[in-house]
C-alpha cells in the first residue's frame, strides 16, 4: 500500500502505544513469570527436574487433568446455550441471568468452598444421606470437581456473550427464512462465527479449573498423594520449606498458559484465519 | 421487548441454561442463605455492622473498585495493541495475559509478596523511595489488579478482532482524525465489552483471598479483607456468622453485578 | 429438537453418575489403610513415624499398612474432620481442637484426653524466640518485645494454632510481671501487637515472613519449627529460651466413630501407643519435640533445654476457658485491635 492507511495510528504514536503496553505487561506479568522461573531454578535443574517427577507430584498432576476434564466440557456445552439464550432472544429476566452467570465470580472461592460443606458435609443438607450410602462427595474427587465446575462456571458464557450481540443476529435469521433447521444453523453459521471467541472461553476455563486454590482447598481434604491437586501440592511443598519444587511445581501452570497459546495458534493457522493484527 | 423468535431452540438453550444454572449455583447458594438465616436479625446488625467487618468492607470494596479501574484503563490500551499492531514478541505477550488465570492464587500471592517485600525485587525500590508495597493496602490493590487485569483484555479482544474497519475507513474518509475516530466510532462500540470486563475484574477482585492474604498483612482494622473475615468465623465453628458475612458480601456484589448489566443493556440499546 | 434434548440431560445424569461411583472405600484383609489428619510442623516427624510403624505393623500382623497424611492448620484440619474427612486418627496442636471433634459432631468420647498417658500427647513443645543472627536488638524476654523498633512476628491466633500458644505464653509473662492486673496485662498485649507488622494465617506463613521475606525482629515460634528455620536458613537465625514460657501440648485421638467404620479402630489404637514407645519418642526428639519419657528426655537436654512453663490447664482454666475469653469474638485479642 504506497497510500498512508488511514485506520492505522502514525509511526509514532504506535510505538508509545507499543511500549506502554510493553511496558504493564512487563510490570504486572513478566516480571511474576520470571519470578516464578528465577525461583523454581534457584537450587539448579536437578532439584526442578526432581520435583516434576516425584510420585506425589505426579499424582497431583493427574488429578488436576482431570479435574479440567470432566468440568471444562460440561461448563462449555453450559456457556454455548446460555450465551445463545441470551443473545439470540429478548425475554423477561434476561439482564437477571446475566448477572446470574457472572455470580461465581463474585463467589470468594472461600464461599465457594463452604457452600459445599454446608451441601455436602457431615453435617450438611445431604450429609447424613450421603454417609449412610457410603458415597463420598466433599473430601473425595468429586467435591474436587463440582468446586472446579462452580469456580469455572461462568467463563465461556461470559467470553461468548458480548461477542455474539455484537454480532447480531442477521445472519441466523437470514438462515432461517432459507429454510435451515436449528442445528444447521448453529454448525454452519453461528459457530464459525464465534469459534474464536469460544476457543479464548475454553482456554480461559481450562486455565482458570487447573489453576484453583481456594475453593478446592476447603474440600480436598488435603490427603497426600491423593486429593491434592496441583495448586494444592504447592502449596504442600512451600509449607515443608521447599520453595524451589514448590515453584518448580509453579511452573508447570505457568507453562499451561504458554503452551494454550501455542494451541491456539496452531489452530488459527490451520484454518488461515488470524484473529490478530490486520495490516 | 419481545420481537418475534424466528431463531429456533429458544426453550432448549434457556432450559439447559436455568437447570444447570440452579444444580451449580443457586442450590448451593441456597443453602448458605438458609445458613445465613439461622442468625436472628440483631446478630446480623451486630456482626455485620461491627467496626471489624465495616473496616475489612471498605478495603475489600475500595480497592476492588480501584484495582478494576486501572485494569480496565491498562487493559484497553494492551488489547488495542496486541490486535492493532504487529511487533516482534506479541504472541509472547499475548500468551501470557491468561498467567494470573493459570497460576494459582496462593502461588500469586507468594509471588507477588517476594517482587514487593521490601527486601523483594521492586520493593526494595519502593522502599528507598518510602513507599512500603506489601503488607498494606497497596499490597491488595497490586494482587487485586493482578487477578483482574485478563478480564478486561480477554473480553475486549475478541470484539475488538472481529470489529471491522470499514466504519472507522468511512470516518476518516469523512475528514475525522484518528483520535476523533477512536474517541467517537471505535471506543462506543467496545464500551459493553470494556463494562464487562470491567465488572468480572472488579467482581473477582471482590471474592480473592489466596493471592491477597500472603500480601495484605491481615492486620485486625487495617488490612484485613472480608473474605478473610469468613475464615475467621469458620475457624470458631461459627458457620451462621460465616455464611452471615458471605451473604453481605454476595448480595452486594450481586447488586453491582446486575446494575452494571443493566447500564450494559442500556448503552447497548442506543448504539443500535 | 427432541434428541438434543435428550444429549443434554443424559450428560449431566452422566456426570452426576460417574461423581457419585467415585466414592465409596475399599479394604481387605491383606491391606489396611489408615489416615492421620494432623497439622502443619508434623509433617516431616510423622513421615518417619508412618514409616518405622507400617513395617512394625507388618511384622506382626502380615496386613499391608498405609498410612495417609494430611496436613494444613489445626483448626482447619479439625473442621474438616467434622465435616467428614474420615480420619482415623487426629495428631493436632491443641485440644481445643479435638475437643471440638466430640462437642460439634460426637466422633469420639467426651473423654478422649484421659485415654492415653499424659493427657495424650506422646510430645511436648514450647514457644521461643527466633531472633536475626548476633540478636542486634537485644531481644532477651517478653519484655523487650514491646520496645520501640521491634518488629514482632506471630500468625493471627485467630486462625493459627501456634499463634494461640505465643498469645498465651506472652500473657502469663505479663500476668506474672504485672501481678494479675489485667489492665497492665491488657495494655502490654497491645503494646506487643503495635510491634506486629503482619499476621499470617499459619505458622508456616510467619517462617517464612520472618525468614525469607526479611520482615520483623523476633518470630513468635513453636520450638521444634526454630530448629528446624535454623536448618532450612542456615546462618541467618539464631534461638532465643525466654524467662518463661508454655507447656505446649499437641495431642492425638483416635477418632472412634470412623475407626469403628473402617475396621481400624485396632490399628489406630495401636498406631498411637506406638507414639509412647523409646523408639517413636526418639524420633520425636530427632525433631525437637520435647519427648515425654523422662529418660529419652534426657538425652535431648542440652538442645532442649528445661524452663519454667506454664500450662493451659492451671493457669488458663483449660481450652474451653481460655478460647472463650482470649479468641472468642469480644475476647481479649478483639479487644486489642479495638480503641
Not at chain 1, 439464550?85 to 463474585?106: E, H, N, Q, Y
Not at chain 3, 514491646?146 to 501456634?162: A, E
Request: with cysteine; aromatic share 10%.
Amino acid at each position: 500500500m504506497s497510500v498512508r492507511n488511514v485506520t492505522a495510528e502514525s509511526a509514532p504514536v504506535r510505538w508509545l502505544l507499543i511500549s506502554a503496553a510493553i511496558g504493564v505487561l512487563g510490570l504486572f506479568l513478566l516480571l511474576p513469570l520470571a519470578a516464578v522461573f528465577v525461583e523454581a531454578l534457584r537450587k539448579g535443574w536437578e532439584v526442578f527436574l526432581a520435583s516434576l517427577h516425584d510420585e506425589a507430584a505426579l499424582s497431583a498432576v493427574k488429578l488436576t487433568l482431570m479435574a479440567a476434564l470432566v468440568s471444562v466440557p460440561l461448563n462449555t456445552l453450559f456457556g454455548i446455550s446460555a450465551a445463545w439464550a441470551i443473545t439470540k432472544f429478548r425475554f423477561k429476566g434476561r439482564s437477571l441471568l446475566l448477572a446470574l452467570i457472572d455470580l461465581p465470580f463474585a463467589v470468594s472461592p472461600v464461599i465457594a468452598g463452604l457452600v459445599f460443606v454446608l451441601l455436602f458435609g457431615a453435617k450438611g443438607w445431604f450429609g447424613p444421606w450421603l454417609s449412610e450410602h457410603d458415597i463420598k462427595i466433599i473430601f473425595a474427587f468429586p467435591g474436587i470437581i463440582i468446586a472446579t465446575i462452580f469456580i469455572t462456571f461462568p467463563f465461556v458464557a461470559r467470553e461468548l456473550i458480548p461477542l455474539m450481540e455484537s454480532q447480531g443476529s442477521d445472519q441466523e435469521e437470514a438462515a432461517v427464512t432459507l429454510g435451515a433447521r436449528g442445528w444447521q444453523i448453529f454448525w454452519r453459521v453461528t459457530l464459525p462465527n464465534i469459534k474464536w471467541g469460544l476457543l479464548y472461553g475454553v482456554l480461559l476455563c481450562n486455565a482458570r479449573a487447573m489453576g484453583e486454590f481456594g475453593a478446592v482447598s476447603v474440600v480436598s481434604g488435603h490427603i497426600r498423594g491423593k486429593t491434592n491437586t496441583l495448586p494444592l501440592h504447592i502449596e504442600v511443598l512451600y509449607n515443608e520449606y521447599q520453595f524451589s519444587a514448590a515453584f518448580a511445581c509453579a511452573t508447570l501452570l505457568a507453562l499451561l498458559a504458554l503452551f494454550t497459546l501455542g494451541i491456539k495458534s496452531v489452530v488459527e493457522q490451520l484454518s488461515g484465519h488470524s484473529s490478530s493484527a490486520k495490516h | 421487548m419481545s420481537k418475534r423468535r424466528v431463531i429456533p431452540g429458544f426453550g432448549m438453550s434457556l432450559g439447559f441454561s436455568i437447570t444447570w444454572l440452579s444444580l451449580i449455583i443457586l442450590i448451593p447458594l441456597a443453602a448458605l442463605f438458609i445458613k445465613a438465616a439461622g442468625l436472628g436479625w440483631e446478630e446480623w446488625r451486630e456482626l455485620l455492622g461491627s467496626p471489624q467487618v465495616i473496616a475489612a468492607a471498605k478495603l475489600t470494596f475500595g480497592a476492588s473498585a480501584a484495582a478494576a479501574t486501572v485494569s480496565a484503563v491498562l487493559g484497553l490500551l494492551v488489547t488495542w495493541v496486541l490486535v492493532r499492531y504487529e511487533f516482534p514478541g506479541r504472541r509472547l505477550l499475548d500468551a501470557m495475559i491468561d498467567l494470573p488465570f493459570a497460576l494459582p492464587t496462593a502461588v500469586a500471592g507468594i509471588t507477588l509478596c517476594a517482587i514487593y517485600a521490601p527486601n523483594g525485587w521492586l520493593g526494595e525500590i519502593l522502599a528507598s523511595l518510602g513507599i512500603q508495597a506489601a503488607y498494606n493496602w497497596l499490597g491488595v490493590f497490586i494482587a487485586l489488579t493482578f487477578i483482574g487485569f485478563p478480564f478486561v483484555v480477554r473480553t475486549l479482544q475478541p470484539v475488538m478482532a472481529d470489529m471491522g474497519k470499514e466504519i472507522e475507513e468511512a470516518a476518516a474518509t469523512l475528514g475525522a482524525g484518528r483520535w476523533t475516530v477512536f474517541r467517537r466510532v471505535v471506543f462506543p462500540l467496545l464500551v459493553p465489552a470494556l463494562i464487562t470486563g470491567f465488572t468480572l475484574a472488579f467482581a473477582r477482585a471482590i471474592g480473592e483471598y489466596g493471592s491477597v492474604i500472603f500480601i495484605s498483612g491481615n492486620l485486625p482494622m487495617k488490612t484485613e479483607i472480608l473474605p478473610h473475615l469468613i475464615i475467621i468465623q469458620l475457624e470458631q465453628y461459627n458457620y451462621e456468622a460465616a455464611a452471615a458475612i458471605a451473604t453481605g458480601m454476595l448480595v452486594v456484589s450481586f447488586s453491582l453485578l446486575f446494575l452494571i448489566n443493566l447500564l450494559q443493556r442500556r448503552i447497548d440499546w442506543q448504539n443500535r | 429438537m427432541k434428541a438434543p434434548k435428550l444429549l443434554f440431560l443424559s450428560s449431566i445424569l452422566a456426570t452426576l453418575v460417574i461423581i457419585a461411583s467415585c466414592g465409596g472405600k475399599s479394604g481387605s484383609e491383606k491391606s489396611i489403610e489408615l489416615l492421620n489428619v494432623s497439622y502443619d510442623p508434623t509433617r516431616e516427624f510423622y513421615v518417619d513415624v508412618n514409616r518405622v510403624f507400617a513395617a512394625d505393623w507388618k511384622k506382626q500382623t502380615g496386613q499391608e499398612l498405609t498410612i495417609q497424611q494430611s496436613h494444613g492448620g489445626s483448626g482447619k484440619q479439625a473442621r474438616s474432620v467434622i465435616d467428614g474427612l474420615e480420619a482415623d486418627v487426629v495428631t493436632l496442636a491443641l485440644a481445643g481442637d479435638i475437643d471440638v471433634l466430640e462437642s460439634e459432631a460426637k466422633l469420639l468420647p467426651k473423654d478422649w484426653q484421659t485415654k492415653l498417658p499424659d493427657n495424650s500427647s506422646p510430645y511436648t513443645s514450647t514457644i521461643v524466640f527466633v531472633v536475626r543472627k548476633g540478636n542486634p536488638k537485644g531481644v532477651k524476654d517478653w519484655g523487650d518485645l514491646v520496645n520501640p523498633g521491634v518488629g514482632v512476628i506471630t500468625p493471627n491466633p485467630k486462625t493459627s494454632g501456634g499463634a494461640r500458644w505465643n498469645y498465651l505464653a506472652a500473657w502469663a509473662w505479663a500476668d506474672k510481671e504485672f501481678a494479675k492486673d489485667e489492665s497492665k496485662v491488657l495494655d502490654y498485649m497491645k503494646r506487643l501487637f503495635k510491634n506486629v507488622p503482619v499476621l499470617d494465617t499459619g505458622a508456616r506463613g510467619s517462617t517464612t515472613t520472618f525468614a525469607q521475606r526479611g520482615i520483623g525482629d523476633v518470630f513468635l515460634s513453636w520450638e521444634n519449627e526454630a530448629y528446624l528455620i535454623e536448618k532450612e536458613f542456615p546462618g541467618k537465625t539464631e534461638i532465643i529460651y525466654p524467662s518463661i514460657s508454655i507447656l505446649a501440648e499437641p495431642p492425638v485421638a483416635v477418632v472412634e466413630k470412623n475407626a469403628k467404620k473402617h475396621g481400624t479402630y485396632e490399628v489406630s489404637e495401636a498406631y498411637l501407643k506406638f507414639l509412647y514407645t523409646d523408639e517413636a519418642q526418639i524420633l520425636a526428639g530427632n525433631h525437637f519435640y520435647r519427648p515425654r519419657n523422662p529418660e529419652i528426655a534426657k538425652q535431648f537436654v542440652d538442645k532442649l533445654p528445661a524452663l519454667p512453663l506454664v500450662t493451659i490447664d492451671a493457669d488458663f482454666g483449660g481450652w474451653a476457658t481460655a478460647q472463650k475469653n482470649h479468641f472468642a469474638d469480644g475476647g481479649t485479642f478483639d479487644r486489642i485491635y479495638q480503641r
